[in-house]
């Protein structure tokens, strides 16, 4: 299958490369942003997914429809499937994670800081006695820094951003409150498919009026969390992992076989990026409703992205 693994166009200008997004920033104030097919874990790129870029896109798509009347987001148009226009931003400083269960694999997971025996976290405190994957009391906001090229994200405290001057009180207020309704829109409309949305990551930026708005994506398999509701409580009663939808088992196979913040991370097997991509097309197909179908032109998806954005040449 086509993967997309770079998205250099160099007819457009302002490139600027992300782990897993090509920008471009257009003088006019819009922004191109390009979602590859590349997959990053752990602050770092594991693989290429062959169709994931377009699923991402489409999956968030989805998201932004349904959640508009919640907050502003950032979309203007999607000239092709891979593809978003939007305005703008000046991204915030924090990311603005939502869990509703004790999960996770990486250093800033709550599941991962609570079996190390952290019991206060993030500004809250947590009761003992909670077992793996267990619902938390209420959703809760754990909120962390943006990682810079090659450095890790670091876990932040309501507290710690407004004294380092990340965000102002009413910045941290309008996210906070976005955040918490965005998962719970997004909570109610998984619930309906069959889904638990376990936990998920929001960033949000401001336009030249200072006016916050949601930006990057929403509710993908890369940004969340989601596990088959059907078999949670069995699963859960007996010890076993949930099964998910999102990138979370490739997480755990790394780390069944590495420390990924200290050693070379092993190659992922073939068979296990295939099985990805059927993860991310079960994924849309189930939030969304709709069926998947891919491109069968004979062109490669750089191409058809490149004959796609002429106009903003």
């Not at 390009?34 to 790129?45: G, M, W």
């Not at 000046?90 to 939502?98: G, K, M, Q, R, S």
């Not at 708005?213 to 929403?218: F, K, V």
Request: one cysteine or more; charged letters at 30%; a negative charge.
């Amino acid at each position: 299958m086509r993967v997309l693994s770079d998205a250099f166009i160099p007819e457009l200008p302002n490139h600027y490369k992300g782990k897993v997004r090509e920008n471009y920033d257009l003088p006019d104030g819009r922004r191109i942003i390009i979602a590859t097919d590349r997959l990053s874990a752990f602050d770092v790129i594991l693989t290429a997914v062959p169709l994931k870029g377009e699923l991402l896109t489409q999956t968030a798509r989805y998201w932004f429809e349904e959640t508009a009347d919640i907050c502003q987001n950032h979309v203007l148009d999607y000239p092709d499937p891979n593809v978003v226009v939007g305005t703008r931003l000046d991204i915030l400083p924090v990311e603005i994670v939502v869990r509703d269960y004790l999960a996770g694999t990486t250093s800033t997971s709550v599941l991962t800081k609570y079996k190390n025996g952290e019991r206060d976290m993030y500004g809250i405190r947590l009761p003992d006695g909670l077992r793996d994957n267990e619902k938390l009391p209420q959703a809760i906001i754990t909120p962390t820094s943006k990682a810079l090229d090659g450095g890790h994200d670091e876990p932040l405290t309501r507290d710690e951003i407004l004294t380092r001057g990340l965000l102002s009180e009413e910045q941290w207020d309008t996210v906070s409150r976005y955040a918490l309704a965005l998962f719970a829109r997004g909570k109610a409309l998984a619930a309906k498919r069959g889904l638990i949305l376990v936990d998920t990551k929001y960033e949000f930026g401001t336009d030249k009026d200072g006016t916050i708005i949601l930006a990057d994506e929403i509710h993908t398999p890369d940004s969340s969390r989601y596990w088959l509701a059907a078999s949670y409580e069995e699963r859960f009663k007996a010890g076993e992992r949930p099964q998910s939808f999102d990138k979370d088992f490739i997480r755990a196979w790394v780390t069944a076989r590495c420390d990924p913040y200290k050693d070379r991370i092993p190659k992922i097997p073939a068979e296990l990026i295939e099985q990805t991509s059927r993860v991310y097309t079960q994924a849309f197909e189930t939030i969304t409703g709709k069926t998947f179908t891919a491109d069968i032109s004979g062109k490669t998806v750089l191409d058809r992205i490149r004959e796609n954005l002429r106009p903003y040449f």
